[in-house]
């Protein structure tokens, strides 16, 4: 049977009978599928690279950054609950096609950079645990990939359970590495005043907001809570976005947390030695300072996410196509169409750490295109109902959206400056 992203009564756990607690626990689920593109191998190699090149400089990004993608995955998991469609979909029913074609044709760039970002992390781990090549880890990570997607396929709770405990992995893998490293706090609180320190570190931040507010997820939730709530069970309106509000800030707090870990960690043990500013020279560096389980451990994590990930980033593909364009392919096939561009630049031996942080960069141009049409719907009376934002959270969202942009534009200034 193919994998089908339309609303079925196999998708839709309807909540049991029972007080206020148990169902709002059968309620939560999509925002920990959705929060796993906020600990994918992209933001593995941004942190580090922030953290080894300028310590804790950036730290103030990425708080920011979480802040703003907390807000933008509620109102995404909202407009899926108001409306029962994703926002494609709904780009796809109130713009005009040409403008429809133009943001199906961006959204499918993101969606390859987020594969890409997810082939090559999962690859660097399989090296650095068992001497893979990166070719032989690639094909190993499409493989393991295919058998989440079954998961999937197979049932919707079992597929937000596994990916949960993926992630749990690796926000374990990062508490540990935590608790191994002397944090100066003087250091740690000059790294939340706003500041950049040339070109490169504003390179940096643009890669920390991509990595960070990914845009594919932002097509993802809305079509999550769409395919996972009913309206025929009747439960309040108050209910769902309760349920919604603490699904999205539990999920992407633990998101927001692994994040900053990543950079504490880096600048803690990487700023200031000659290690390089790679995955693999982290890997190295954490064996020396802090002991082989510490290294293991970050290898492990890298693996996880880029398991998980990959399988997200497919589904996020899905939701894609069919809602811009109205067509559907199965998603095996979708991953095997993924599989090949990824493959293609591991084969050709490009540096990974650079690569990774090239994707991210990418992607945080990508976002203003899901952001502006999110903002704009979610306002809406004629398409959310009682469920618009209020003025205030449009504003805020509006604000986040249009710094993102100044950002990028800043930087393409900067880059192409004499």
Not at 317 to 341: H, N
């Amino acid at each position: 049977m193919k994998p089908s992203l339309e609303v079925s009564s196999d998708t839709i756990p309807v909540p049991p009978p029972g007080g206020m607690k148990q169902r709002m626990v059968a309620l939560m689920g999509p925002a920990f599928v959705a929060a796993v593109a906020y600990v994918d191998p992209g933001n593995f190699a941004i942190n580090v690279e922030s953290g080894a090149r300028f310590g804790f400089l950036l730290l103030w990004v990425v708080l920011v950054a979480n802040a703003v993608a907390m807000l933008l995955q509620y109102l995404s998991a909202k407009l899926g609950l108001a409306t029962g469609r994703s926002l494609p979909e709904l780009c796809r029913d109130h713009y005009p096609r040409p403008v429809v074609l133009g943001l199906w044709l961006q959204a499918e760039v993101v969606v390859i950079m987020t594969d890409l970002a997810e082939f090559i992390g999962g690859a660097v781990a399989l090296n650095l645990l068992f001497g893979l090549s990166m070719l032989q880890g690639g094909t190993i990570i499409a493989v393991a990939s295919f058998l989440v997607l079954a998961v999937r396929t197979a049932r919707q709770r079992r597929f937000e359970a596994l990916i949960s405990g993926l992630l749990a992995v690796v926000a374990g893998g990062f508490l540990y590495q935590t608790l191994q490293v002397t944090v100066p706090l003087s250091d740690a609180a000059a790294g939340l005043v706003p500041r950049f320190d040339g070109a490169a570190s504003m390179l940096l931040a643009a890669g920390v907001v991509g990595a960070t507010v990914m845009p594919h997820a932002v097509y993802l939730h809305s079509a999550l809570t769409r395919e996972r709530f009913d309206p025929s069970h009747g439960l309040p309106r108050r209910t769902l976005i309760r349920a919604q509000r603490v699904d999205i800030v539990l999920a992407m707090g633990v998101a927001g947390l692994v994040n900053v870990a990543m950079l504490v960690v880096a600048a803690a043990m990487l700023h200031g030695t000659a290690a390089e500013p790679t995955l693999a020279g982290a890997h190295a560096q954490f064996a020396q300072s802090a002991g082989s389980l510490t290294a293991l451990l970050f290898a492990i994590a890298l693996l996880a996410s880029g398991v998980a990930s990959s399988s997200v980033g497919v589904y996020a593909g899905q939701v894609v196509m069919q809602g811009f364009l109205r067509r559907r392919i199965p998603l095996y096939v979708r991953r095997c169409l993924a599989v090949v561009p990824a493959l293609a630049v591991l084969a050709f031996g490009v540096e990974p750490t650079q690569a990774l942080v090239f994707s991210q960069v990418v992607l945080s141009f990508g976002i203003p295109f899901a952001l502006v049409p999110l903002v704009l719907l979610t306002r809406r009376p004629d398409v959310m109902g009682d469920w618009a934002n209020r003025k205030i959270t449009t504003t805020a969202a509006a604000s986040a959206s249009l710094v993102i942009i100044l950002l990028n534009a800043a930087l393409v200034i900067v880059t192409l400056a004499p």
